[in-house]
T-cell receptor
Framework: EAQVTQNPRYLITVTGKKLTVTCSQN?????MSWYRQDPGLGLRQIYY???????DKGDVPEGYKVSRKEKRNFPLILESPSPNQTSLYFC?????????????????FGEGSRLTVL | GESVGLHLPTLSVQEGDNSIINCAYS??????FIWYKQESGKGPQFIID?????DKRQGQRVTVLLNKTVKHLSLQIAATQPGDSAVYFC???????????FGAGTQVVVTP
């Protein structure tokens, strides 16, 4: 089954304790990205990756790191989590997003990871 | 920065009626627009998209309209069903970049 898998789905942690949220897709997609969802603010893009070893900042990258060492995985790293990073996080992937190609808008989302930082 | 916004946070629709969800965008460089549906406890799902060289696109029970003059996007759902109850997001993208911008979302509630 084609899917985007995030882990963990739920996590409660404390300020300053490094954590990683993993994301894996089995669709051979080139593009992957991370979003956070907060009430009234919709989805805000944290980081995205157009392909292996290529990552770029989204609108809210502060406090986050990512890596794309292989095509299927795109982990989100919080080096020193703070309470304002309490949120619902979504990973998404797409076949490609470059101009002139098909399927440039169909993002496939994971089920979400709810993170609470105390 | 540029932003994508929605006119109504909540839309209550009677089952069988048509729904119209509106979205305003402000980035004139955006040339690709997408609608997503998010059911409770799930990730957003793609519904339909439209490029800036089009003003209308139809899918199964859904139609997206794009008015570039007033920078307005709408999603029409025909014969709304209980399964259409969800939060709907519009999103925009400049096709030369990988950045997506989403609106705040509209909660659609379908009443019997």
């Amino acid at each position: 089954e084609a899917q985007v898998t995030q882990n963990p789905r739920y996590l409660i942690t404390v300020t300053g304790k490094k954590l990683t949220v993993t994301c894996s897709q089995n669709m051979n997609h080139e593009y992957m990205s991370w979003y956070r969802q907060d009430p009234g603010l919709g989805l805000r893009q944290i980081y995205y990756s157009m392909n292996v070893e290529v990552t770029d900042k989204g609108d809210v990258p502060e406090g986050y790191k990512v890596s794309r060492k292989e095509k299927r995985n795109f982990p989100l790293i919080l080096e020193s989590p703070s309470p304002n990073q309490t949120s619902l996080y979504f990973c998404a992937s797409s076949l490609r997003t470059q101009a002139g190609t098909t399927n440039t808008g169909e993002l496939f989302f994971g089920e979400g990871s709810r993170l609470t930082v105390l | 920065g540029e932003s994508v916004g929605l006119h109504l946070p909540t839309l209550s629709v009677q089952e069988g009626d048509n729904s119209i969800i509106n979205c305003a965008y402000s980035n004139s460089a955006s040339d690709y627009f997408i609608w997503y549906k998010q059911e409770s406890g799930k990730g957003p799902q793609f519904i339909i998209d439209i490029r800036s060289n089009m003003d209308k696109r139809q899918g199964q029970r859904v139609t997206v309209l794009l008015n570039k003059t007033v920078k307005h996007l709408s999603l029409q759902i025909a014969a709304t069903q209980p399964g259409d109850s969800a939060v709907y997001f519009c999103a925009e993208k400049d096709d030369s970049w990988g950045k997506f911008q989403f609106g705040a979302g509209t909660q659609v509630v379908v009443t019997p």
